[in-house]
T-cell receptor, first 114, second 111 residues
Framework: DADVTQTPRNRITKTGKRIMLECSQT?????MYWYRQDPGLGLRLIYY???????NKGEISDGYSVSRQAQAKFSLSLESAIPNQTALYFC?????????????FGPGTRLTVT | GENVEQHPSTLSVQEGDSAVIKCTYS??????FPWYKQELGKRPQLIID?????GEKKDQRIAVTLNKTAKHFSLHITETQPEDSAVYFC??????????FGAGTQVVVTP
């Protein structure tokens, strides 16, 4: 779905480096999410934002931070990367309002920390 | 918080047979239950969803059933085809739309 984009698509970095993953969407959705995917563990929520002024921790936020620069942009930062942060990272968006709605995923960023 | 368990972790089926994946959830307030399909190297995509006021929903060869009392829901794929091979994730949400995903089921359809 070209409406949710992520950059970079692949990144190799060294332990201790700071790295930023970016997500942009043209769907006009208020809600944005960052997930991490590891084999056998499914998709785990790192951070989520229900509007520009709202930032919430997910189940695995330690070692990560986020910034919601605009309705359409939500960035994930690893302050000091470590090898066990090697994973596939997905950004997702959904409509706002009350209740739950389908989440649309970006293409993913494969991050390797050496 | 919500906890979602998904079984089995892998499922091998003969082409044309049916596949069933089961999920249980812990939060009785959960009200939306989507199923996502993730093909190799691709992003997860919604294939079917069900809300807590409905017991069953069908879309061609796929169906989802929900038992709120027992807090479990299932995905049924009939007449499986090779293109059904993928990883399938269930999820349950709270009323604010935050998802808790299951660990995934690798489905392999053999010709």
């Amino acid at each position: 779905d070209a409406d949710v984009t992520q950059t970079p698509r692949n990144r190799i970095t060294k332990t201790g480096k700071r790295i930023m993953l970016e997500c942009s969407q043209t769907k006009g959705h208020d809600r944005m999410y960052w997930y991490r995917q590891d084999p056998g563990l499914g998709l785990r929520l790192i951070y989520y934002s229900f509007d520009v002024k709202d930032i919430n921790k997910g189940e695995i936020s330690d070692g990560y931070s986020v910034s919601r620069q605009a309705q359409a942009k939500f960035s994930l930062s690893l302050e000091s990367a470590i090898p066990n942060q090697t994973a596939l990272y997905f950004c997702a968006t959904s409509d706002g309002g009350t209740g739950a709605y389908e989440q649309y995923f970006g293409p993913g960023t494969r991050l390797t920390v050496t | 918080g919500e906890n979602v368990e998904q079984h089995p972790s892998t499922l091998s089926v003969q082409e044309g047979d049916s596949a069933v994946i089961k999920c249980t959830y812990s939060d009785s307030a959960s009200n939306y239950f989507p199923w996502y399909k993730q093909e190799l190297g691709k992003r997860p995509q919604l294939i079917i969803d069900i809300r807590s006021n409905v017991g069953e929903k069908k879309d061609q060869r796929i169906a989802v059933t929900l038992n709120k009392t027992a807090k479990h829901f299932s995905l049924h794929i009939t007449e499986t085809q090779p293109e059904d091979s993928a990883v399938y994730f269930c999820a349950a949400t709270d009323s604010w739309g935050k998802f808790q995903f299951g660990a995934g089921t690798q489905v392999v359809v053999t010709p």
